[in-house]
């Protein structure tokens, strides 16, 4: 792992401001994110030296702790810059505060500790799942782990696998196989070419291949989603609502751009046929309105529902899954608009926006492939429902 070029103060500015002064740095390294299809060494050079990377860890690990809005914010202005880009750094800041705040304190400690403080990113994968069987002090972890992003810039792995006894999948009941999460440094792994995609081509989310990985005791822990040691209300905010929020926020990022670009673009963009600006026709105004209050009501849902569970958590209260519910359908819808928002941009363009060089075409492609993640795709809607409506979920549905 590579260190801190030093301890010190001179990093300014919220996260939200350091994220907008990369902005010029992402859009000129976009381009060889997408033909690479993982981001450039300067790009992730310039998270870190931002200290954005370290945002969501602990205080005393030089972190910033920052509140929900704070990250979604942040996140918003990356990947306003660039889908890709925001997407990995999402992952990164994200999954590095989930790290620190979950794993035992002194393990935490030991990873992310030291002066200066170890410049750290972790990635990682649910499934499909590896397989582990236990040895002596360890355990021998195989598998093929699949959507990675940003696993060229990331220190350590954590692999989901089947706990196997004798050859055969340990059952915890008669439909559920005993499931464990491993710590691996990825150089104990294998980083194999899958990543060949056309929405967030640039986030490098390629498998990651384990070969009888020997992991010890120590980092065999489900450490993602643990009660937390650490006392800050941001590390007890519910998991796959914080991972919900932090996923939206690429596609609202992604979205504000399209419609920017538009504005941009009416006025000096001819109507077919005439030498009338687009910004002088009333469909144009009317259609790019409409876009604006789908976005920003979206938006606005998220973040009041955001702020419902905080309140929550900051009193100390561990939210129930009805009341976390409707901050995962505004998640859900949240990236649904943004779809809607973009399109709408697309149509007002029109053969424009289909070109290779304009920044809508990558959009397009974008803003589609954060809306299908798991964590605010639309599967979410029917177990919502049921919440909403009183009815038992399923198991770890929301």
């Not at 294998?190 to 990543?195: G, P, R, S, V, Y």
Request: hydrophobic share 40%; charged share 20%.
């Amino acid at each position: 792992m590579a260190e801190a070029k030093a301890e010190t103060d001179a990093v300014q500015g919220t996260p939200q401001e350091r994220a907008r002064a990369l902005q010029p740095l992402i859009r000129k390294y976009a381009d060889e994110a997408q033909d690479k299809r993982r981001l450039s060494d300067e790009v992730v050079e310039a998270l870190h030296d931002s200290e954005l990377m370290r945002m969501c860890l602990p205080k005393e690990f030089g972190g910033e702790e920052v509140d929900p809005w704070t990250t979604v914010e942040t996140i918003e202005a990356i990947s306003y810059a660039d889908g890709s880009t925001g997407w990995n750094f999402m992952i990164g800041s994200e999954t590095n505060g989930l790290a620190a705040g979950s794993m035992a304190q002194w393990q935490a400690e030991e990873i992310f500790g030291g002066t200066p403080h170890p410049r750290v990113i972790f990635c990682g994968a649910a499934g499909p799942p590896g397989t582990a069987e236990q040895v002596d002090g360890g355990w021998k972890v195989s598998g093929q782990w699949a959507f990675v992003s940003g696993c060229h810039q990331c220190d350590w792995f954590f692999g989901t696998a089947m706990v196997m006894q004798d050859g055969k999948p340990l059952m915890m009941t008669e439909t559920m196989p005993m499931m464990r999460m491993f710590l691996m440094p990825l150089s104990d792994v294998e980083i194999l070419d899958t990543w060949d995609v056309a929405g967030m081509r640039g986030s490098g989310s390629h498998d990651v291949l384990g070969k009888d990985v020997f992991v010890p005791d120590k980092r065999a822990e489900s450490m993602l989603g643990m009660p937390s040691w650490h006392k800050s209300p941001i590390f007890h905010f519910p998991m796959s609502a914080k991972i919900g929020y932090n996923k939206v926020a690429v596609s609202f990022g992604v979205a504000r751009a399209a419609l920017d670009a538009v504005q941009e673009a009416a006025h000096t963009k001819k109507a077919y046929g005439t030498q009338t600006p687009l910004c002088d026709l009333a469909s144009t105004q009317i259609e790019l309105a409409k876009a604006e209050a789908t976005l920003e009501s979206a938006r606005a849902y998220v973040r009041r529902t955001i702020e419902d569970v905080w309140a929550l958590v900051q009193d100390g209260q561990v939210p129930t899954t009805e009341q976390v519910a409707p901050l995962r359908l505004a998640c859900a819808h949240g990236g649904n608009a943004a779809i809607d928002a973009v399109d709408a941009a697309v149509r007002l363009l029109n053969t424009t926006a289909n070109r290779m060089d304009s920044p809508l075409e990558r959009m397009m492609r974008d803003v589609r492939a954060g809306a299908m993640h798991f964590t605010i795709g639309s599967a979410l809607y029917e177990p919502i429902g049921k919440a909403l409506l009183g009815m038992e979920v399923p198991p770890m549905s929301l």
